[in-house]
C-alpha cells in the first residue's frame, strides 16, 4: 500500500465503522485465516465487524478462533444479506473479482459501503477505495500482517490473530515450498510464532484430521490418474458416483491434485471433480515452471488464480471434459517440454 492509501485507512479506521469481511466462496485456509486475523484486529480496536462467508468452510478448518462466529450466506441469508446492506466498510480478501462470491454478487454491487480490497490474484478488478493487491505475496494472510503493520499496530497481534494468519500462510504455500515463499515470509511466520501461533498444532488440525473414507477417496483418485508422458502431464478424475461412495465430505479432494507433481518430470497436473448438484465440473490446476495455468484456466475454463495454481470450471460431463482438456494439450506442447 502507497502512503496514500495508509492515510485512508486510517482515517476510515479512526471512527466506528459496521465492517463486513468476505472471503470467496469455497474457501480456503487462507481466505479464513486472513479474513479471521483481520477480523479479530478489527474487533479488538473497537470496531463492529462479521465476518459472512459465501458457503460453508471446510471441516478442517473449524477448529480456527472466530470460526463460529463466521455467517454462512447460504445458511444464514437474512442475517448475512441485512449486515452487508447496513455495512459502512466492507473488505474483500483472497478474490480478485466480485464473481468470485457466488450468490452474494448482486448484493455487494447493491452495497452503499465503502470497499477495500486485500488480494495476491492477478487481474484485480476496480471496485475498492483502496486496492491492495500484489500478485508476488504468498498469501493473503501475509497481506493482512503487512496492513496491519502499515498501520503500525504489529503490537496488537494477539496469539489468536497469528494462529489465523500463520495457517493462510502455511496452506496457501504448500507448507512454505511453493516459490511464492520468500525471505519474508519465513520472518513473517517467525514473527507469528514469537506471538502465538502453534505452528505444530496448526499442522495436525489442518492436515493430519483424515477420515478413513478420504484416504480410501484419495486412493481412488490416484488409481484413476492419468499420466501422459509426452506433454509432462498428469489429471485425475473424480466422478459423482465415486465421491458418494467414499461419503465425499467438503474440503476432502483438497491437495489431491499436487500428486501429479509429485510424478518426476510432470510439470502439469490437474483434476476434474465432477459436482452434479451445480451441474459443473470443478477443475484445479497446478504446474511447476514457467507453464502458467492461470492462462490456461482463463483461455479455456471460465478460471484464473496464479501462474502456478488456478481454478476453473466446466459445463460438459466428465468424460468429456477430460477429452477436451486431452485435445488442447498439442497446442501447448513446446511450453509443456521446454
Ligand atoms: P483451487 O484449485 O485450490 O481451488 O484454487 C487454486 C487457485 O485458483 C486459488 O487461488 C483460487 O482462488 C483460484 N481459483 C480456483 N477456482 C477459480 C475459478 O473458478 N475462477 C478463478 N478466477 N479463480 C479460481
Ligand atoms: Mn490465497
Known amino acids: 500500500m502507497n502512503s496514500e492509501d495508509i492515510s485512508k485507512i486510517k482515517e476510515l479506521l479512526s471512527v466506528p465503522q459496521k465492517i463486513v469481511i468476505i472471503p470467496h466462496k469455497n474457501p480456503d485456509g487462507d481466505a479464513i485465516g486472513s479474513t479471521l486475523g483481520l477480523w479479530h484486529y478489527l474487533k479488538n480496536n473497537g470496531q463492529d465487524a462479521t465476518v459472512i462467508s459465501p458457503n460453508d468452510a471446510p471441516k478442517f478448518l473449524k477448529w480456527m478462533p472466530g470460526s463460529a462466529d463466521i ?33 452474494m454478487h448482486s448484493f455487494l454491487e447493491e452495497a452503499t459501503a465503502t470497499f477495500i480490497m486485500i488480494d495476491h ?8 477505495l483502496v486496492t491492495y493487491s500484489d500478485v508476488t505475496m504468498s498469501s493473503t494472510c501475509e497481506m493482512v500482517y503487512n496492513f496491519i503493520a502499515y498501520l503500525d499496530d504489529t503490537s496488537k497481534i494477539t496469539p489468536e490473530i497469528a494462529n489465523c494468519l500463520y495457517t493462510g500462510i502455511m496452506t496457501d504455500t504448500g507448507s512454505f515450498k511453493f516459490s511464492s515463499t520468500t525471505s519474508k515470509t519465513h520472518k513473517i511466520v517467525a514473527e507469528l510464532i514469537d506471538k502465538g501461533a502453534e505452528n505444530t498444532r496448526i499442522h495436525n488440525l489442518v492436515y493430519d484430521t483424515n477420515s478413513p473414507s478420504r484416504l480410501h477417496l484419495l486412493g481412488c483418485a490416484l488409481k484413476n490418474m492419468v499420466i501422459l508422458e509426452e506433454f509432462n502431464t498428469a489429471y485425475i478424475t473424480l466422478s459423482q458416483d465415486e465421491l458418494d461412495t467414499y461419503k ?41 515452471g514457467d507453464f502458467s495455468v492461470n492462462e490456461f484456466a482463463r483461455a479455456y475454463f471460465h478460471g484464473g488464480g496464479h501462474n502456478n495454481a488456478a481454478g476453473g470450471k466446466s459445463d460438459l460431463s466428465l468424460k468429456e471434459t477430460a477429452d477436451y482438456f486431452v485435445n488442447l494439450l498439442p497446442k501447448h506442447l513446446k511450453e509443456l517440454t521446454k
Open 248 to 288: 465425499y465430505q467438503k474440503g476432502d479432494t483438497e491437495g489431491f491434485v499436487n500428486y501429479g507433481l509429485t510424478l518426476n518430470g510432470i510439470r502439469f497436473a490437474v483434476i476434474f471433480i465432477e459436482n452434479k448438484e451445480e451441474g459443473i465440473i470443478k477443475i484445479s490446476f497446478r504446474s511447476e
Open 121 to 128: 490474484h492477478q487481474e484485480p478488478s476496480d471496485y475498492a
Open 71 to 103: 455467517l454462512n450466506f447460504e445458511a444464514e441469508n437474512s442475517q448475512a444479506k441485512k449486515a452487508i446492506t447496513e455495512a459502512t466498510l466492507i473488505f474483500t480478501l483472497d478474490f480478485n473479482h466480485l464473481g468470485r462470491v457466488g450468490q
